[in-house]
């Protein structure tokens, strides 16, 4: 098993309001960072049969907020496999936000979808007969 080019995974998840951290309900970057760090986790998993490990960012571009209550989708691509290093390429869409100003519980999809943060990372896993 080794990973391919090409290889993407995509996660959605309710951000919580217990997640919010700033005014108006703003999340800060981490949120979206450890969702990033999951994609990957999965994308080793899926390319390679392991865990795998963040060996770190080569670019992270914060465009746009996310806030509590939003829906998000984590999505990693794999664009380049080296003997033990993944470089994965992240992208985190807002797709439905919620809309306090028609009701506290009002919610509804963003079309298109907002992209909120994108991402270049580096995740490495262990040789072929390594793991274990």
Do not use: K, N, W
Not at 26 to 33: E, F, T
Not at 102 to 111: E, I
């Amino acid at each position: 098993m080794s990973a391919v080019v090409g290889l993407s995974v995509t996660h959605r998840r309710y951000v919580p309001y217990g997640h919010a951290h700033y005014a108006g309900g703003l999340v800060d970057g981490a949120y979206v960072l450890g969702l990033f760090g999951d994609v990957a986790t999965e994308l080793c998993i899926r390319g390679d049969g392991d865990e795998g490990l963040f060996a770190g960012y080569e670019q992270v571009r914060f465009v746009a907020p996310v806030r509590a209550g939003d829906v998000v989708q984590a999505c990693g691509t794999v664009t380049r496999v080296g003997t033990r290093s993944r470089t994965v390429r992240f992208e985190c869409l807002v797709v439905c936000r919620g809309c306090p100003e028609v009701s506290v519980s009002a919610a509804g999809v963003v079309t298109p979808p907002l992209v909120a943060v994108t991402a270049v990372g580096t995740v490495v896993v262990p040789a072929v007969g390594e793991a274990g």
